[in-house]
């Protein structure tokens, strides 16, 4: 019994070893049941690419999971400059009595994450909002905040954005910006009626929300800023604070100390920001949404801001090319690392690569449906991103697909500042499809 074992399982290693063998470029298992003078052979092929940078459709930018705040320019990106809008709801039934007297209101925002410098100051305005928000509809990069808002100003600050690390977890701390605001605001929150805040829907048409407005940042440098606004754990989110007073506080403490009452940005509460891109100073503004001229480097942004269109000629012709499968078929990009300064400003932590269907829409290929993983995306050690599109390109090839062109874009487009400078495919080092196919071929 104990020889059998062993039989067999040397029988097993065997045929393991005859199928690693026969794993070569050009192989042989599986001849023997072919006719004569066939044989398949698997071989790479390196096809050509064209690329170009386009600007980003405008993407919406409602209840995104982190809003965005500030001002950036560098000499490569040009500048990116975003405003925000929320609605604020009440936390609890404010109980103003005994003579409630305002005495200050105070917008509390916090961030962990910037996207820029430390360096470089920000200069924040805020308005009151005329016209109210609406959490279930969509707001896109380009809605006119500023015409939503009064005219009177609330709020300036001048603030220079930081971060500090917790040396136990390296996390980094939340920071606070506060700004005072108007006396204005305050008196009209405290002398509501108690039926102007019987329910939040109720309160919302009192006082509809805030607008930030970023200060546009003219010379190099700058921050985007990434908001934290919801309530998470021991952290109660960004708020608007009204401090005050009462006759009862007072005979019961003695002196002026005071009272508040925050105004919360929930779940529920809509958020949008607006985003504008000047690229008029850029290196590739002249060849911007055109394919007349490739470079060797491309751009992409995300913010709705740049997006890398490739090209993939003589597909059409694999059609003719008979007894062909594809194996795999697999893009890389390279990032130019000293161009992007991948230090000092991240790139993206994952892209998409869509294509283009009969309507003009991007679209995810067949390939990431099948299986997110395998298909890709995600930044690599060595600053590549690899996408795997072998079904896709096989569907091109079999006619059951258009090669209408493709799209490389950040995945995070509206809640991340991160950018990039890709090799295009005129560069040595550039953009490549790596083709691995077999093909079956017959001798006469």
């Not at 050009?26 to 170009?52: A, C, K």
């Not at 990116?80 to 917008?107: C, E, H, M, V």
């Not at 994450?113 to 609406?134: C, M, S």
């Not at 990009?333 to 009969?358: E, R």
Request: aromatic share 12%; with cysteine.
């Amino acid at each position: 019994m104990k020889n059998n074992y062993i039989n067999h399982w040397l029988i097993f290693i065997t045929l393991i070893l005859i199928v690693l063998t026969g794993c070569e470029e050009q192989s042989s298992i599986g001849v023997e049941v072919l006719p004569d003078g066939d044989l398949i052979s698997v071989r790479n092929t390196i096809q050509e690419t064209r690329s170009y940078t386009f600007s980003e459709d405008s993407i919406r930018t409602d209840e995104a999971s982190s809003s965005l705040l500030g001002s950036f320019t560098d000499s490569l990106f040009g500048n990116t400059t975003i405003d925000f809008a929320t609605q604020y709801r009440l936390f609890g039934f404010p109980d103003f009595r005994y003579n409630a007297t305002a005495d200050s209101i105070t917008l509390y925002l916090y961030y962990r994450i910037i996207y820029g410098d430390t360096i470089t100051p920000q200069k924040f305005r805020v308005y009151e909002l005329k016209d109210g928000l609406d959490p279930d509809a969509i707001y896109q990069q380009d809605v006119d905040l500023k015409s939503m808002a009064y005219d009177k100003l609330l709020g300036e600050y001048e603030y220079t954005p930081r971060i500090r690390l917790d040396s136990t977890s390296q996390d980094t701390f939340y920071q606070l910006i506060k700004i005072p605001l108007d006396m204005s605001l305050a008196e009209k929150l405290i002398s509501a009626d108690s039926l102007d805040m019987v329910n939040n829907d109720v309160f919302l048409e009192y006082f509809k929300g805030l607008l930030i407005e970023s200060e546009k940042v003219d010379q190099q440098g700058g921050t985007i800023l990434s908001l934290e606004l919801l309530q998470r754990g021991n952290f109660d989110g960004s708020a608007l604070a009204l401090f005050y007073h009462n006759d009862s506080l007072k005979s019961e403490l003695g002196g002026d100390s005071a009272l508040y009452n925050p105004y919360i940005i929930s779940n529920f509460s809509a958020r949008v920001n607006r985003i504008v891109h000047d690229y008029t100073q850029t290196p590739f503004y002249d060849n911007l949404n055109s394919e007349a001229v490739q470079d060797s480097q491309v751009y992409v942004q995300a913010t709705g801001g740049l997006k890398s269109r490739i090209l993939i000629d003589e597909l059409s012709s694999w059609r003719d090319s008979v007894n062909i499968g594809v194996n795999k078929a697999e893009l890389v990009f390279q990032i130019d690392t000293t161009a992007s300064q991948v230090h000092k400003f991240p790139p993206p932590a994952q892209m998409l690569f869509t294509v283009v269907d009969s309507t003009g829409a991007e679209r995810l290929p067949v390939d990431y449906v099948f299986n997110p993983a395998f298909y890709g995306g995600g930044l690599n050690s060595d600053y590549t991103y690899r996408f795997t599109i072998t079904q896709h390109l096989q569907r091109i090839i079999d006619g059951d697909a258009q090669n209408l062109g493709f799209y490389l874009t950040p995945a995070q487009k509206n809640n991340q500042a991160n950018r990039a400078v890709i090799k295009g495919s005129t560069s040595a080092t550039g953009i490549k499809l790596i083709i691995t196919y077999s093909k079956y071929s017959v001798n006469e």
